[in-house]
């Protein structure tokens, strides 16, 4: 658990910081190369890359903040912290982040972005659902460096115990826990290796963006079976399973990605 990368002078820099930025630096590389492939304007990618970067982290931290009010009341915090990335001291950048709330306004702001400038909208789509994959591969290194986002306890021989003062140990009282950061790396890029190769070869337009959005809301789900979640966020319990604000996104996700992959081939059998 490294949370800060290195310092300069008082300035920390922090280790999910710099995951975050290559996990975009990477995921833009590959979408303007595979856009210019296929034709595709490299410039309006690019643009559309700049938006997926700002409205994914303000999708993010909105998500993190409605399923954490409390921390924003008296006397635990206050409102004017909700989007203020500046907390004081050397640390610049926000303390919680959702990732779903930043997959949901992104693909929201990106789709209406392709389809304002009359850009293909399903073909660009197509294009970008595996940076997106590729990204949250990276990221998801940084929230393991960071502590953050970590498991339920287990006593497998690949679970990990975390420094005393860390999140995980505090809650688990120092226990081995699953090391869910890694899990949603690894899925994150096995998820770009198997979009890219439906990139190749999509059977329709449309095809792997579908199953991108298929595939965030089952990876989740099934994530969150072995994640620790905070109290905040579980709406009831079906058994012993929690459900709340992670698995709905989850579901909406998946049948939306059903959904639209149904659509799709419908619509291209229709043509051919």
């Given at each position: 658990?490294?949370?800060?990368?290195?310092?300069?002078?008082?300035?920390?820099?922090?280790?999910?910081?710099?995951?975050?930025?290559?996990?975009?630096?990477?995921?833009?590389?590959?979408?303007?190369?595979?856009?210019?492939e296929?034709?595709?304007?490299?410039?309006?990618v690019?643009?559309?890359?700049?938006?997926?970067?700002?409205?994914?982290?303000?999708?993010?931290?909105?998500?993190?903040?409605?399923?954490?009010?409390?921390q924003?009341?008296?006397?635990?915090?206050?409102?004017?912290?909700?989007?203020?990335?500046?907390?004081?001291?050397?640390?610049?950048?926000?303390?919680?982040?959702s990732?779903?709330?930043?997959?949901?306004?992104?693909?929201?702001?990106?789709?209406?972005?392709?389809?304002?400038?009359?850009l293909?909208?399903?073909?660009?789509?197509?294009?970008l659902?595996?940076s997106?994959?590729?990204?949250?591969?990276?990221?998801?290194?940084?929230?393991?460096?960071?502590?953050?986002c970590?498991?339920?306890?287990?006593?497998?021989?690949?679970?990990?115990?975390?420094?005393?003062?860390?999140?995980?140990?505090i809650?688990?009282?120092?226990?081995?826990?699953?090391?869910?950061?890694?899990?949603?790396?690894?899925?994150?890029?096995?998820?770009?290796?198997v979009?890219?190769?439906?990139?190749?070869?999509?059977?329709?337009?449309?095809?792997?963006?579908?199953?991108?959005?298929?595939?965030?809301?089952?990876?989740?789900?099934?994530?969150?079976?072995?994640?620790?979640?905070?109290?905040?966020?579980?709406?009831?319990?079906?058994g012993?399973?929690?459900?709340?604000?992670?698995?709905?996104?989850?579901?909406?996700?998946?049948?939306?990605?059903?959904?639209?992959?149904?659509?799709?081939?419908?619509?291209?059998?229709?043509?051919?």
């Open positions: 658990m490294h949370p800060v990368l290195f310092r300069i002078g008082s300035y920390e820099v922090p280790s999910y910081g710099v995951l975050l930025t290559l996990a975009f630096a990477a995921g833009i590389w590959v979408a303007r190369r595979r856009a210019a296929r034709g595709i304007s490299e410039e309006r690019l643009d559309v890359c700049m938006l997926i970067l700002f409205s994914s982290i303000l999708g993010a931290r909105l998500l993190w903040v409605l399923t954490h009010l409390d924003f009341q008296a006397p635990h915090g206050s409102w004017t912290d909700a989007l203020n990335p500046f907390r004081g001291g050397a640390y610049v950048g926000f303390a919680g982040l990732v779903l709330g930043g997959v949901i306004l992104a693909t929201v702001s990106a789709l209406a972005y392709l389809a304002w400038k009359k293909p909208v399903l073909a660009t789509a197509d294009v659902a595996p997106v994959a590729l990204g949250e591969g990276i990221t998801r290194i940084g929230c393991f460096l960071n502590g953050c970590y498991g339920l306890p287990c006593d497998a021989g690949f679970c990990l115990r975390f420094p005393t003062d860390s999140p995980a140990a809650s688990y009282h120092g226990a081995a826990v699953h090391p869910t950061q890694l899990y949603a790396s690894a899925i994150g890029f096995l998820s770009f290796f979009l890219s190769a439906l990139l190749r070869r999509p059977p329709f337009a449309g095809a792997v963006f579908g199953a991108f959005l298929a595939i965030q809301g089952v990876q989740r789900l099934l994530l969150d079976l072995v994640r620790h979640q905070d109290e905040s966020v579980i709406w009831f319990h079906v012993g399973t929690p459900f709340g604000a992670n698995q709905g996104v989850s579901v909406a996700l998946l049948v939306v990605g059903v959904i639209l992959l149904v659509t799709f081939r419908a619509r291209a059998a229709a043509r051919a």
